[in-house]
Nanobody, 123 residues
Framework: QVQLVESGGGLVQPGGSLRLSCAAS????????MGWYRQAPGKERELVAV???????KYGDSVKGRFTIARDYEKNTVSLQMNSLKPEDTAVYYC?????????????????WGQGTQVTVSS
């Protein structure tokens, strides 16, 4: 069993900053991908930041230059530093991971989502 647990959401004024964290736990053999998506009310879930390979990251166009993702490979965590927040950043933010885990029959790979954490940017 694998779980993703997010933390760090909340209410912040426009121009402020927040830091989100996500920790993966369970019978993990390897974390292949770990990143962030978000979903605003009435909109589809969209990419925020996902590393595509070692040393490169794909960011959503609306967050480039303001958000920074960081992986801690030893602790199985990923964080999202969000600066210069705007009201349009208001959304539920979801941690996303593709994880190879250990099962009774060997190794298997699955996609996991966290429960989501609310970020509200408002004055």
């Amino acid at each position: 069993q694998v779980q993703l647990v997010e933390s760090g959401g909340g209410l912040v004024q426009p121009g402020g900053s927040l830091r989100l964290s996500c920790a993966a736990s369970g019978s993990i053999f390897a974390i292949n991908v770990m990143g962030w998506y978000r979903q605003a009310p009435g909109k589809e879930r969209e990419l925020v930041a996902v590393p595509t390979s070692i040393g490169t990251t794909k960011y959503g166009d609306s967050v480039k230059g303001r958000f920074t993702i960081a992986r801690d490979y030893e602790k199985n965590t990923v964080s999202l530093q969000m600066n210069s927040l705007k009201p349009e950043d208001t959304a539920v933010y979801y941690c996303y991971a593709v994880i190879t885990y250990l099962s009774t029959t060997g190794r298997a790979t699955n996609t996991y989502w966290g429960q989501g954490t609310q970020v509200t940017v408002s004055s």
